[in-house]
């Protein structure tokens, strides 16, 4: 199983994880474009690859073949590793800062947010050269009252894979103005849109397999909604904090912030990470899902942190990047703050995590997230 770690130091890192030993070693690393910082699988026809972003001022997207990244590692020929890895495909992604992006349900583009440019932008893959863009802008939404949400920041883009196959909904993730604004595919027009908390600072959302129901993880104030995502009825029904038992809410605010949320591919457990913990040991919480959607809480219910089942620390500080196996069996952290990159053992049955193995990718690497291929 081999996982390949993005950055904001230039290159990649890709790692192969014994699944039977629970090891991790690093195959190599290599240059693609400036800061890959965020990584998603696509296919170009009969062609699996990696797509990567180049989050800086001038932004951009390339996408590689896996093939590619195999012959430079000396998997599939001799060719050299010191060569850059040549894109199939590369283009501007017409805003500061791309920081996510994903492959439209129907493969037919890449659909790209920009943290710093507030908009997203639909980029077909095929004549790309001929086609122009889609692009919706957020600019002239009212934004929240954080000091960090000074103009509208999207952080993320994506669709709903649990809606109806002939859905054309693509939900953004704001930061800045505290919303989730849901385009129509085709006219990338606003057809819906969320309201959230002020100030809250919604940054990814992650779907229920019922198809109505989402959770949002909100980096400014470290905790997680359950929302309604039915089109035209979208509400909040409930918020969760996952401010560990050994922070202070108080001190929470000083500069701790919500990053990664996933989902369990059972659905039953809720895995949300935390940064810049102020005694310095970054967490996950994990939260089982009740088989209504909801999240678990504690018998008496008083204290918003008792609504996490548990936590367990990252192994490193700053815990920007997590993503989980499609078995469910592996969680993989990627903790900017020192360069190491943790490998867990998850309980399928508990939800569960055991660190299982880590690599250094040096201090001047600065891991910023994990793609399972």
């Not at 501007?92 to 492959?103: A, E, K, R, T």
């Not at 309604?228 to 409930?238: E, G, H, I, K, W």
């Amino acid at each position: 199983m081999r996982i390949v770690i993005g950055s904001w130091s230039h290159r990649v890192a890709i790692l192969e994880a014994n699944t039977e030993k629970g090891l991790l070693q690093v195959l190599g690393e290599k240059e693609l474009v400036e800061r890959p910082s965020w990584l998603c699988r696509a296919t170009m026809g009969d062609t699996d690859c990696v797509v990567a972003c180049s989050e800086k001022g001038e932004g951009s997207v390339a996408i590689y073949s896996q093939d590619g990244l195999d012959q430079w590692l000396g998997l599939k020929s001799a060719d050299s590793t010191h060569e850059l890895v040549r894109p199939v495909l590369q283009f501007n992604s017409l805003g500061s800062d791309p920081c996510h992006f994903i492959q439209t349900r129907d493969g037919t583009a890449i659909l790209v947010a920009n943290y710093n440019g507030a908009n997203v932008l639909k980029q077909l893959l095929h004549q790309c050269d001929d086609a122009a863009p889609l692009e919706a802008r957020f600019s002239h939404i009212p934004c929240g009252p954080h000091p960090r949400q000074e103009a509208s920041h999207p952080h993320m883009i994506t669709w709903n894979r649990y809606e109806p196959k002939d859905s054309a909904r693509i939900y953004v993730v704001d930061l800045g103005t505290d919303r989730i604004h849901v385009l129509d595919q085709a006219s990338f027009e606003i057809i819906d849109s969320l309201s959230l908390p002020p100030g809250s600072g919604p940054r990814h959302i992650a779907f229920h397999p019922d198809g109505i129901h989402a959770y949002v993880v909100f980096e400014l104030t470290s905790e997680v909604a359950v929302i309604s995502v039915q089109p035209n009825a979208m509400r909040v029904l409930s918020q969760h904090s996952f401010i560990p038992h050994h922070v202070t809410e108080s001190t929470a605010k000083n500069g701790m912030l919500g990053a990664a949320i996933l989902l369990s591919p059972d659905a039953r457990f809720l895995y949300v990470s935390n940064r810049f913990d102020p005694t310095s040991v970054d967490t996950i919480a994990i939260f089982r899902v009740r088989d209504d959607a909801q999240l678990a809480v504690s018998q008496d219910g008083t204290s918003k942190q008792d609504s996490a089942v548990s936590w367990v620390a990252t192994g490193g500080p700053i815990a920007r990047g997590v993503a989980i196996s499609e078995s469910g069996r592996w969680l993989c952290v990627a903790n900017q703050g020192s360069g190491k990159v943790v490998l867990f053992e998850r309980n399928v049955d508990t939800g569960a995590l055991t660190m299982s193995s880590s690599v250094e990718l040096g201090a001047d690497f600065v891991p910023t997230c994990c793609l399972f291929l």
